[in-house]
């Protein structure tokens, strides 16, 4: 019997230190955010937004296109940047994200770029909309919108035209994961 009282009081006293614990960490939580909450609210922002970024990058699905044995250049394109819309005429136009890492860097310090790409399924043509450049860190160096003629897709057998029909048979024949707007 004596031991269950030794241990109720024990078990007691730990928690009566624990809620003393507890309501001291809270009015430091209080006076802290009192203090400083300019400070917290930007710091949460930053957080947030940190979040947000890493949450876009993590969500790329990049699925390799062709790799070209003479520049060392990896062709890659994005499946969940996929979104689907129509011109004037009705056609289907799908545009998405590609990547290209480059096998030896395209100019001193650029070592992959990132080109949001179009694609005229019916017309066989594509033109660029934007392109983004990356160091060997994958951070950006450049960005540069444009808003490119169509360029027709030709037939000859060069490691170019073997990118661009293998982004015209992804984005137009894929029907999963299309974004229509």
């Not at 031991?3 to 009566?16: E, G, S, W």
């Not at 990049?62 to 520049?71: D, E, F, G, I, L």
Request: glycine share 4%; proline share 4%; hydrophobic share 40%.
């Amino acid at each position: 019997m004596l031991d269950i009282i030794i241990y109720y009081n024990t078990v007691a006293a730990f928690r009566a230190v624990t809620v003393d614990t507890k309501l001291i960490l809270n009015s430091l939580i209080l006076l802290l955010v009192n203090s400083m909450g300019k400070f917290l609210l930007i710091l949460s922002a930053i957080a947030y937004l940190s979040q947000t970024a890493i949450a876009q990058a993590q969500s790329r699905r990049w699925v390799r296109v062709m790799s070209n044995a003479q520049t060392g250049n990896i062709h890659y394109f994005d499946v969940d940047s996929l979104v689907s819309t129509t011109d004037k005429m009705g056609n289907p136009i799908h545009s998405f994200d590609s990547r290209i890492v480059f096998g030896n860097p395209l100019e001193p310090g650029v070592y992959s770029a990132i080109i949001t790409v179009q694609v005229n399924c019916p017309e066989r043509s594509i033109r660029t909309l934007r392109f983004e450049q990356y160091d060997s860190q994958g951070s950006i160096i450049s960005r540069e919108e444009s808003d490119n003629d169509w360029y027709t897709i030709p037939t000859p057998n060069t490691p170019t035209v073997h990118v661009m029909n293998g982004f015209h048979t992804l984005a137009c024949k894929s029907n999963t994961n299309v974004v229509n707007r």
